[in-house]
């Protein structure tokens, strides 16, 4: 809940307090509607001044609880505030303070379930991270897991701007409501021609949106959890494969003067070196070649999908990758 939101809703509590409490005295006392609404408010601020009205001993114990339920729900008010103001001052100077030397980062818009997943994973991966959350209680559970984390709307062009967008790697858009996921793809990529950009979508037609607005992929979360079942459930062998021996599938962009390219799959000897198999080369004209052959040549600008274990992946890419 936001702080416009739980401000009204301490204050309609508050005012719900005066009614009842006027309503008390004009039933309990006799009190013309205006002399009850006086003692009310006289009573919750305790300013002291003198009864307008004699009270009765019933009368007595209701101003009592007035007291402790108006004087509550007013401490209550100002804690509330005070606190959800500091905090978002303090969010908002952290993470403006850690983000400007940040490049070649990934920025998360939203951190609720699938964005704090995202995150996770991201950051197992030593990949760098900044996420956007404009739900206070979301960004301190973001800064509590150790994120770098900008309080403020995603949507906004000048929170994208913030989080350096101009030198970020890729994006993932993961807000609650796929409008506002469109909004920042159209601004993600306004900001940034090269972003790589992901986004969550509900149904086909929000995907097909998405994807025109510029997106480069766009997951269905609950259709991929749907797979995911359904493989569990049809081919559990080959789901406890991957999960038990740690196996995971990377793709690599063969990049201007890296050691892959101008090579075949038999000179880079991959198997052998890293226990890694590249099980699908796709060409920079479009075209897949999977399985390759030995014989495969490698090319700048082409990308390779290979499959192995975290730790021999992780070596490659440390030993290999690294040489130019």
């Known amino acids: 809940m936001n702080i416009v939101k739980r401000i009204s809703l301490y204050l309609f509590i508050l005012v719900l307090v005066i009614i009842i409490s006027t309503l008390g005295y004009i039933f309990i006392e006799h009190a013309n509607p205006f002399d009850?609404?006086?003692?009310?408010i006289i009573t919750i601020s305790t300013v002291g001044y003198a009864e307008i009205i004699p009270l009765s001993s019933i009368g007595r114990l209701w101003t009592i609880l007035v007291i402790i339920f108006g004087w509550g729900i007013l401490a209550v008010i100002a804690t509330n505030v005070f606190s959800m103001?500091?905090?978002?001052?303090?969010?908002?100077?952290?993470?403006?303070?850690?983000?400007?030397?940040?490049?070649?980062?990934?920025?998360?818009?939203g951190y609720g379930r699938i964005g704090r997943a995202t995150t996770q994973e991201l950051l197992k991966d030593g990949r760098k991270v900044i996420v956007i959350e404009k739900d206070i209680k979301k960004a301190e559970r973001a800064e509590k897991d150790g994120v770098k984390v900008l309080l403020g709307d995603a949507t906004d062009e000048e929170m994208l701007k913030r989080a350096h967008i101009d030198i970020a790697k890729g994006l993932v858009a993961a807000l609650s409501n796929d409008p506002d996921n469109i909004f920042v793809i159209i601004n993600a990529r306004n900001l940034n021609r090269n972003l790589f950009i992901v986004s969550r979508a509900m149904d086909e037609r929000s995907k097909n949106f998405m994807l025109k607005a510029g997106a480069n992929h766009v997951v269905l979360p609950y259709e991929m959890a749907g797979i995911k079942i359904a493989n569990a459930l049809l081919k559990p062998g080959l789901h406890d494969f991957f999960e038990i021996y740690n196996l995971r599938i990377e793709e690599i962009e063969v990049e201007s003067g890296s050691p892959l390219a101008g090579k075949t799959i038999k000179e880079l000897n991959l198997t052998n070196l890293y226990n890694i198999y590249i099980v699908s080369v796709i060409k920079s004209s479009g075209e897949v070649i999977a399985p390759p052959t030995a014989g495969t040549l490698i090319e700048e600008g082409d990308i390779i999908l290979i499959l192995g274990k975290k730790?021999?992946?992780?070596?490659?890419e440390k030993d290999f990758l690294s040489r130019k």
Request: net charge positive; proline share 0%; glycine share 6%.
């Open 36 to 40: 009850a609404l006086y003692m009310t």
């Open 85 to 109: 103001i500091l905090s978002e001052e303090i969010l908002g100077r952290i993470g403006r303070r850690r983000v400007r030397k940040m490049k070649d980062h990934y920025i998360i818009c």
């Open 311 to 316: 730790e021999n992946i992780e070596k490659f």
